[in-house]
């Protein structure tokens, strides 16, 4: 028996017919015993078949949305090469009870890795360094933040993508066949639509309309019969991201619409509301800005709302705000300005501060000058001076500069007055 061969694993053949009631989950129950019966990644093809075939099969950490396969890859993989397979959750085991599971294990198939802290990861560095055990390990998250860089050093990485429509009308054809029913293609299509590249969502939906009397099992009973979990995303992996990221997005855009539509997409699944305020506190800042100072105090506002009256009602300040974001003037004026200031302080370092802007709270600080020459502003018409403020190596340059959008145009036009004959340069004279 070549190594790729998992016969091994008493299952059944996951695509043969079964009218026998379920013991089990639809997902887990066709797990497939062997490579052949694995669905979707096909990019992965050669790279597992070149795992399968090599002589020792290294560490491997599966990165990739629920529902694609990981776990089930891991399982195949551990199989076909360790004698003593152990597979274990992170959620749900400590390391002392990790510790006295391990001995005399080959593989160890850990899911959810993440979900251990960066201290209890690194259990793993000698185990792994000295070749005592192959870990073949699961994450959601994204590697790079949420497991440890000597950990990961350790791990070939294999990134998996949610399974395409055709894979998951393949594993609904296969679910269906199991639970001994018969769902017409398009109900089939359109439960592989509703599942967002997700095998395990997939069969569950199958299992659902499975549980309808058989006069409902068609497109319309289908979809009305939906369970409201449906709309949940993980809030944990990138969708996450993904759905902030174009939620900001389309409010910098000045799209009222699409920031209504993400919003509803991340609080619809389930995403923390005080997260989504936290991302409008910044947009408010970064992109609109001075161009509307009331922008941050109605996000920070927001922000206080949601707390109070609570979900689900909290959408109501998060629309309301949201929509006033997209279509507020912007300026990312002011965080530009902080951006041009933090280069010049990252390419020269900080400079001195100037002997007349120091607070002489010592004797001798008065002996060597500081704040002697120091003019206060609100001593002179108008609370202005003319007077230097930034050191000597760099008082020619101007970090903000004001855009003529909204509110800033106003707000700027006393400073520009200041300023009239500088050109409008953030490096002026550099």
């Not at 294990?105 to 251990?116: G, I, M, N, S, T």
């Not at 979990?229 to 174009?246: C, M, N």
């Not at 004001?402 to 036009?413: C, N, S, T, V, Y």
Request: charged fraction near 25%.
């Amino acid at each position: 028996m070549r190594q790729g061969d998992m016969r091994t694993m008493p299952d059944v053949r996951t695509h043969e017919k079964s009218a026998m009631p379920l013991s089990q989950p639809l997902a887990e129950s066709l797990r497939p015993s062997e490579t052949a019966d694995f669905v979707g990644q096909p990019h992965l093809k050669d790279r597992i078949q070149a795992l399968l075939d090599s002589p020792r099969l290294p560490s491997l950490l599966l990165f990739g949305p629920p529902g694609c396969g990981k776990s089930t890859l891991a399982l195949l993989l551990a199989k076909a090469r360790g004698r003593n397979v152990l597979r274990l959750s992170a959620p749900e085991v400590g390391l002392q009870q990790l510790r006295r599971q391990l001995s005399g294990v080959d593989v160890l198939v850990l899911d959810e890795l993440h979900r251990f802290s960066k201290a209890q990861q690194d259990f793993f560095l000698p185990l792994l360094e000295n070749g005592d055990i192959t870990m073949l390990a699961t994450t959601t998250e994204n590697p790079s933040f949420s497991v440890t860089r000597q950990l990961l050093s350790r791990l070939h990485v294999l990134r998996l993508r949610p399974l395409s429509k055709t894979d998951l009308i393949t594993l609904g054809q296969r679910g269906t066949a199991r639970a001994g029913i018969d769902l017409s293609p398009d109900v089939l299509d359109f439960l592989s639509s509703m599942a967002h590249g997700d095998g395990r969502t997939l069969l569950n939906l199958v299992e659902h309309a499975a549980a309808l009397p058989e006069d409902k099992r068609h497109l319309d009973g289908v979809r009305q019969s939906m369970p409201e979990a449906l709309t949940r995303h993980d809030k944990d992996g990138d969708s996450h991201y993904e759905l902030a990221s174009a939620l900001i997005k389309s409010i910098r855009g000045s799209d009222p619409d699409a920031a209504l539509y993400y919003l509803a997409c991340l609080l619809e699944g389930g995403e923390d509301p005080r997260f989504v305020c936290r991302r409008l506190i910044l947009s408010a800042s970064e992109d609109i800005g001075l161009a509307d100072p009331h922008a941050l105090p109605l996000a920070v506002a927001c922000q206080q709302a949601v707390e109070f009256v609570g979900m689900p009602e909290g959408y109501i300040p998060l629309a309301e705000t949201v929509v006033y974001l997209a279509l507020s003037k912007k300026s990312n004026a002011a965080y530009a300005a902080y951006h041009n200031a933090l280069r010049e302080v990252k390419t020269n370092g900080p400079q001195a501060v100037p002997l007349h802007l120091r607070n002489a709270t010592t004797r001798l600080h008065k002996e060597w000058g500081y704040g002697e020459t120091y003019k206060y502003p609100h001593n002179f018409p108008g609370a202005w001076v003319e007077q230097d403020y930034l050191p000597p190596e760099v008082a020619s340059k101007r970090y903000y500069q004001p855009k003529d959008q909204g509110e800033e145009p106003r707000l700027a036009a006393w400073w520009r007055s200041l300023h009239q004959d500088e050109p409008d340069s953030p490096n002026k004279n550099s």
